[in-house]
């Protein structure tokens, strides 16, 4: 089968389309012909030049050398492994598998839910780790309630979209802060206020949260603590990586300083509990995909040459056959 594999570590360039084996699904596995996948940070993160710690991590730890990329996933039941009775071959399914930018791919049945009626392979694919990671931050981490008042620092990416949408769901005010392009994007998804960071510097601007999420962009630990009411939380799920370490080494420094919690929410998890949450979400529309951008899988390295430039509006999808349904 045609999979995207890297060979070295580098930049999108050391990506290549090669011939690999089909997987073979294991007892409690299933194998799914891939109609569409999406491309997250995560992929990226992957291959690209690594720092020290990278190229440490990626020596002992990940080994990924030659590994097909690809997390997010949709498509057809090919075959399931001897003890799986959940799906069946023709099911369509949705999820999350290692190796999803490729024709084929398999992992365990209970990363995988039925993809509902109301979307499309395309648009389910571009659901999975972007909508973990929105609901894990608000709803863990950031224990959001109903009528709180929700900032959502980076609102127009993979994770910002699925975040306004699910803090909406959860009966919050919305905030979304994203660029002037974006403002009608993040309104039509359901943002109650917007703020255009280009003109403005939502921590200066005399406001207070309850809960921030701060997915993209970067701030100081305290100005993300000064827009906070008392007993707020901020949550950092990403952007800069200065500001990741930051919240990951003195977050929980800043939090002890009184009532205001500062934190990284750590990487999401793939519970099959809240893919079946996501796909009522999905189902009850609730919160809808935005699909910036579709690549056929051969074209994998100019969807991520895209998404490395971190302004995407909305997720990139590659879509693994050229003339199937997705
Ligand atoms: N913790 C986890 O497990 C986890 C999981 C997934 C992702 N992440 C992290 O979360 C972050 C977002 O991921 P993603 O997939 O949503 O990325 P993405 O889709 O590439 O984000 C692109 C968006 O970022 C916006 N943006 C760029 N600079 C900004 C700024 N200074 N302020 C506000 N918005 C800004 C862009 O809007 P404009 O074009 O308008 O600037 C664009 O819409 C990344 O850092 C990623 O590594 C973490």
Do not use: W
């Not at 943002?191 to 403005?200: M, N, P, T």
């Amino acid at each position: 089968m045609k999979a995207i594999v890297y060979t070295e570590y580098g930049p999108p360039d050391v990506l290549q389309l090669k011939e690999v084996e089909k997987p073979t699904p294991k007892e409690k596995q299933i194998l799914v012909k891939v109609h569409a996948a999406s491309v997250n940070a995560l992929d990226y993160r992957r291959f690209e030049k690594l720092s020290l710690l990278g190229r440490l991590m990626g020596r002992v730890v990940i080994k990924a050398i030659n590994k097909v990329l690809g997390a997010d996933v949709a498509g057809t039941v090919e075959a399931v492994g001897s003890n799986v009775t959940e799906f069946k071959p023709g099911d369509e399914v949705f999820g999350v598998a290692p190796g999803s930018f490729a024709e084929y791919v398999a992992n365990g049945a209970s990363k995988f839910a039925l993809k509902p009626a109301n979307v499309s392979f395309a648009e389910a694919a571009a659901v999975p780790v972007a909508a973990f990671t929105a609901l894990q931050g608000l709803r863990d981490k950031g224990h959001i309630q109903v009528g709180q008042k929700v900032l959502i620092d980076g609102a127009s990416g993979g994770v910002g979209i699925f975040a306004v949408q699910i803090a909406k769901a959860y009966g919050a005010e919305v905030t979304a802060v994203c660029s002037t392009r974006n403002l009608a994007m993040a309104r039509s998804i359901g943002a109650d206020h917007v703020i255009d960071y280009k003109q403005e510097d939502f921590t200066k601007n005399g406001q207070h949260y309850d809960l921030i999420l701060a997915v993209n962009g970067h701030h100081p630990l305290l100005h993300y603590r000064r827009a906070l009411s008392p007993n707020g939380i901020c949550v950092v799920a990403g952007g800069a990586m200065s500001q990741v370490v930051r919240a990951m080494l003195l977050g929980p420094l800043v939090s002890k300083l009184g009532n205001k919690k500062i934190g990284f929410q750590g990487i999401a998890t793939t519970p099959k509990n809240d893919l079946l949450v996501i796909k009522e979400l999905l189902e009850t529309g609730k919160i809808a995909p935005i699909i910036d951008r579709c690549y056929p899988l051969h074209q994998t390295v100019e969807a991520i040459r895209y998404l490395v430039e971190e302004h995407a509006q909305g997720k990139v999808v590659i879509t693994a056959r050229n003339n199937d349904k997705t």
